[in-house]
Structures are given as C-alpha cells and as structure tokens.
C-alpha cells in the first residue's frame, strides 16, 4: 500500500525487529539453556541439548526453542503480574502441563 500510495503515508515506525537474526536465536539458545539449569528443569535441558545451538537444518530445533521460550515466559509474566494475568497463565501452564 506505501508503494501505491505514498501520501496516504508520513512515517513507519517498526518495534521488535531482529536484524541479525542468526545471533538472535544463538543467543536465545544460551538464555534458554541458563534458564533452565537455573529452574532445574531436566525436561527443556535434554530438549534444548538435543536440538543443540542454532542454525538448525529444520523447523524442528526453532520449534523446541520457541516451546520453551513461550512457556518460561508465560511464568514469568504470570509471576510478575499475578491476578488475572497469573490465572491466565496458569491456564496455559495447565493445559500444556504435560510439555514441562
């Protein structure tokens, strides 16, 4: 559309974009792997060290990476934030129980 048109536009404004995208998911991979030793969780330990560091040559290793990230983070929000947040959260957590 900004192609079409361009007076319709005054500005783009992008937030969250990853340059290196590469680098990203390395350093995802680290902070998971941290993570994880620091909770003690057996479960996303093997699983992160099974798929091993980025690049990976499927879809398979950025889909246990993108797992564990979701699920860290919904407890962390939902430790955080509490109340409905937190009940939310412990929804997830509760139906996916059986993935952590």
């Keep these: 559309m900004a192609k079409t048109r ?3 536009f005054y500005a783009l404004v992008g ?3 990853v340059a290196d995208a590469p ?3 390395a350093v995802a991979y680290a902070a998971l792997l941290e993570h994880a030793t620091r909770e003690g969780n057996a479960r996303a330990l093997r699983e992160l060290n099974e798929a091993g560091p980025p690049p990976y040559k499927d879809g398979k290793g950025y889909a246990v990476q993108r797992k564990w990230s979701n699920l860290f983070e919904s407890r962390r929000v939902s430790r955080i ?3 409905v947040r937190a009940y939310r959260a412990g929804l997830l957590a509760t139906r996916h129980q059986r993935l952590v």
Excluded: D, H
């Design 23 to 25: 680098r990203n998911y």
């Design 15 to 17: 937030t969250g974009q």
């Design 81 to 83: 934030y509490g109340g």
């Design 6 to 8: 361009p007076e319709l």
